[in-house]
């Protein structure tokens, strides 16, 4: 990749606008579409403040914002972009229709990358002519503060494609990861998601409470975490005990193939967690908002003591 490239964002939203900061922080040129003009509207105001929150001062801010053109047309948006990035909602038949759109108006050499939490990317570029091109960018939220992306390859990428993509990350501080074979969900959030549904079953069958589950992961093995992950945690204590308790406990774990009917019963009494107030627990619009907080305070902390 050169130097300096033209990097296209499709979507303005909160994804969207940590995707075109990271890279007009970094001295890029970013062009953002979005269909809806409100979301263009605000996006110069949210830039700012998310760059406020890493701790740049104004005029870095202002220098950065001044990479970012925001646009409704996809067209004038892809026409001269090195990279677009697509960070539209988790629909996939929106995702292929913007995908057929950027292939009419990039240039050949351009390349695609969807940004997607848990859709298999072979089912978002499998319509494309020219599908050596494409493949998956997972970024993590906040996008702009979590170092990961996962770079997921398809049947059809090319090692050229997934090199470029993984150079251009590092270049601008993150930390990209190969993820070889397109399976749903990737590597992280299969790994999250393990333990939110044991984490669920717990609480459902009346082990403990949902902050109890919380209190156990914050104050254990969750402190170590950013520093020892579990298959270097399991060499530290050794495979063989590793597979001494995995012959007691694995037996007994969650396995079920579908959500937790427990789950699916809060969802359907409209308990969808701090947005609505309630979900695993209560809270009000403060506390809610504390969390957010304390997040954006950990991450800002955990980037200064690790770098």
């Known amino acids: ?23 007009a922080r970094a001295g890029h040129n970013v062009f953002v579409y979005d269909a809806f003009p409100a979301s263009l509207d605000s996006l110069q105001e949210r830039v700012r403040a998310s760059l406020t929150a890493l701790g740049l001062a104004d005029h870095e801010a202002t220098e950065a ?8 047309e996809l067209a004038e948006c892809v026409a001269n972009a090195d990279v677009v990035f697509e960070a539209a909602p988790e629909k996939p038949e929106l995702k292929r229709a913007l995908f057929a759109d950027v292939e009419r108006f990039a240039s050949k050499d351009c390349i695609f990358a969807s940004n997607t939490s848990v859709i298999p990317i072979t089912t978002i570029m499998a319509d494309l002519k ?6 998956g960018t ?12 996962e770079v997921i390859r398809t049947e059809w990428t090319s090692d050229a494609a997934l090199t ?20 749903a969900g990737f590597i992280g959030n299969r790994l999250q998601h393990a333990m939110w549904r044991e984490a669920i ?20 093995f969750g402190r170590r975490l950013s520093v020892l992950g579990p298959m270097a945690n399991a060499d530290l204590v050794g ?22 009917p427990y789950l699916r019963d809060l969802v359907e009494a409209g308990k969808l967690g701090m947005k609505s107030g309630e979900g695993f627990q209560s809270w009000t619009p403060e506390e809610a908002d504390n969390v957010r907080q304390r997040v954006a305070v950990h991450l800002r902390k955990l980037e200064t003591i690790l770098s």
């Open 138 to 149: 997972h970024w993590w939220n906040p996008p702009h503060m979590i170092p990961l992306v």
């Open 65 to 72: 914002i001044a990479r970012i053109t925001p646009g409704t």
């Open 201 to 220: 079953s717990l609480v459902e069958n009346g082990v403990c409470t949902a902050a109890d589950v919380d209190t156990v992961v914050n104050t254990s």
């Open 239 to 260: 495979t063989d005990l590793t597979l001494d308790i995995h012959e007691n406990v694995l037996a007994d774990l969650d396995n079920r193939p579908k959500p937790s």
């Open 130 to 135: 020219d599908r050596s091109r494409a493949l």
């Open 164 to 183: 470029a993509m993984t150079d251009l990350l590092a270049s601008v501080g993150k930390t990209p990861v190969r993820v070889e074979k397109d399976v």
């Open 1 to 23: 990749m050169k130097d300096t490239n033209n990097i296209a964002v499709l979507g303005a939203g909160l994804m969207g606008h940590g995707i075109a900061l990271t890279f």
